[in-house]
């Protein structure tokens, strides 16, 4: 028989809450690493630190990385679309935005899955309730953005830029359930090699479009020491162990935090200015993203006929 699954010492709704700080501190992270480092540098930063928190977790559990050439290619592009890009972007983006809008646009990460499922995904059969989902969470992106009076004095290429960002996570897990649903490895193993893979990705990038920073601040450096150790090493640890025990379902559910926690935290720490329509238009997103997720009951079987 098969060993059950070992439960963590820590309750899962303690677990599921400190994961949402995290990933919505990440933004405040972002913004204070940027005050010293250039974005590529904040995001390469986040890789080697997140990369080295996962690699010791697959050491101590003496996980086995992948072997076949064919899954490490398709590492490379999964690397390239759920890290090295999205990571970059929202660095870059939160140099012209405040940092809680960033976290918002984040949101927006479930309303673009849909969409890219719906070409990508055939077996992934959109019901008009989350058709309507989508509509709506559009609606409360216009709303986060003020488009009525010109985005509401937001950076339009930095908000576009954060919005890319969500776009490509969308695009990124599209295309990990169409190759990497079967490799052989845990998830924990294929991850570290993802991150790995990004790492490179952007030790090979950075240096041509960059420069020696002038200062290394303390706070800028424990910000992007904060963003790759527990931003990306320790939350997706926390993600694996919920995910583990209590389903997809409700390691996705995380993402509904973000964005308050990210404006909470832009608020009251970096002092970012408020407006009403940021709230609630994250609000309008929050209940498209969930609408989106939604799946339509399956159909009762027919009556054997005599």
Not at 29 to 38: Q, R
Request: hydrophobic share 50%; aromatic share 8%; net charge positive.
């Amino acid at each position: 028989m098969a060993a059950p699954a070992r439960r963590s010492a820590v309750d899962w709704r303690i677990r599921f809450a400190v994961l949402g700080l995290i990933w919505g501190f990440s933004f405040l992270f972002m913004k204070v690493g940027n005050e010293a480092f250039a974005p590529l540098q904040v995001t390469l930063g986040r890789m080697v630190f997140g990369t080295a928190v996962l690699a010791a977790a697959v050491a101590v559990k003496r996980e086995r990385l992948p072997r076949s050439p064919r899954t490490w290619l398709h590492l490379t592009v999964a690397a390239f679309l759920l890290n090295s890009l999205p990571f970059t972007l929202f660095a870059t983006a939160e140099q012209t935005i405040p940092s809680m809008l960033a976290g918002i646009c984040n949101a927006a990460t479930p309303l673009f899955s849909m969409l890219v499922s719906l070409v990508a995904l055939s077996e992934d059969r959109p019901s008009r309730e989350r058709f309507a989902g989508v509509g709506l969470g559009f609606i409360g992106v216009l709303t986060v953005l003020g488009a009525w009076q010109g985005f509401s004095g937001q950076d339009p290429k930095g908000t576009l830029m954060a919005l890319t960002a969500a776009v490509s996570y969308a695009i990124g897990w599209a295309y990990v359930r169409r190759t990497l649903t079967s490799t052989g490895s845990s998830h924990l193993a294929v991850s570290a090699s993802q991150l790995l893979l990004g790492t490179v990705q952007l030790l090979v990038v950075t240096p041509f479009f960059t420069s020696m920073p002038d200062s290394w601040p303390a706070k800028s450096v424990l910000s992007v020491l904060a963003l790759g150790a527990l931003g990306t090493g320790v939350a997706f640890l926390i993600q694996y162990g919920l995910v583990a025990e209590k389903g997809p379902t409700i390691g996705a559910m995380v993402t509904y935090l973000i964005p308050i926690v990210a404006t909470t935290a832009g608020v009251t720490l970096l002092g970012e200015t408020l407006h009403w329509n940021e709230p609630v238009g994250a609000v309008v997103i929050l209940v498209g993203a969930a609408l989106t997720q939604r799946r339509p009951k399956p159909r009762p079987a027919p009556e054997a006929q005599p």
